[in-house]
């Protein structure tokens, strides 16, 4: 008997969820943002929460999902009315990369590291920061990015040419910190990476928030 109404609870709310959330919207999980990433588990927890719980009912998992969808809904409703109220909840995109220039005080303020940022820049396959104009955080964590002009040409097969072998760059500095192992896989010594930062006229290691080498090419810097 405990084991055919843990189903009939399971199914109800499960068909309860579908419902609601067909009525909210088809909003692709790509394209969730992190208040309707917490709603969506919220209303989850709801339904796994009472079907375990020997007191509480179908009724109340109804009740539970209902509640929290319609409030959902009255969320959804007022954004699309209200712009500030939209910036408020969903947030709003920040360029961190501004005409090939990280800005590090919306880095910070969106809590994301060189690390994470070249991990988003790789995944839309983009292996060098110099390659890069202009680079936007999205609402729900991706990175959109429009390349330089001279990083956006024709292909090699276009223009019936041989490319040539195409070596991925290295990040020898990053948040001030050389990175000597890469050094060493670059094929180049501490030695010459400071006699090159002195050539740029760069003194201090801190002062510098990225460096990227790419054999063959010049020492790529950006500054705090």
């Given at each position: ?6 189903f009939l609870e399971l199914l ?69 009315k209200s712009r500030k109220l ?57 990175v959109s990015v429009l390349r ?77």
């Open positions: 008997m405990l084991y055919l109404s843990i109800g709310g499960y068909l309860l969820l579908f419902v609601v959330v067909k009525l909210l919207g088809k909003t692709q999980i790509s394209q969730i943002s992190p208040f309707d990433f917490i709603s969506a588990l919220v209303m989850g927890e709801l339904v796994g929460s009472a079907i375990y719980d020997p007191e509480a009912g179908f009724g109340m998992i109804v009740t539970g999902v209902l509640i929290w969808g319609a409030l959902i809904y009255l969320t959804e409703l007022v954004t699309q939209r910036f408020t909840l969903e947030g709003r995109p920040a360029v961190i990369i501004n005409k090939g220039k990280l800005d590090w005080k919306e880095m910070k303020r969106n809590h994301l590291d060189l690390d994470q940022l070249q991990q988003l820049l790789r995944s839309k396959d983009i292996f060098a920061l110099k390659d890069v104009e202009y680079a936007i955080l999205e609402n729900n964590g991706a330089k002009s001279e990083a956006d040409q024709a292909t090699c097969g276009d223009l019936n040419i041989q490319g040539k072998e195409r070596i991925l760059p290295y990040t020898v500095i990053s948040d001030g910190v050389v990175l000597k192992d890469n050094l060493q896989n670059a094929g180049v010594s501490q030695e010459w990476l400071q006699h090159q930062l002195k050539t740029k006229g760069y003194d201090r290691l801190e002062e510098i928030s990225y460096a990227e080498y790419e054999p063959g090419d010049d020492l790529y810097i950006q500054t705090y």
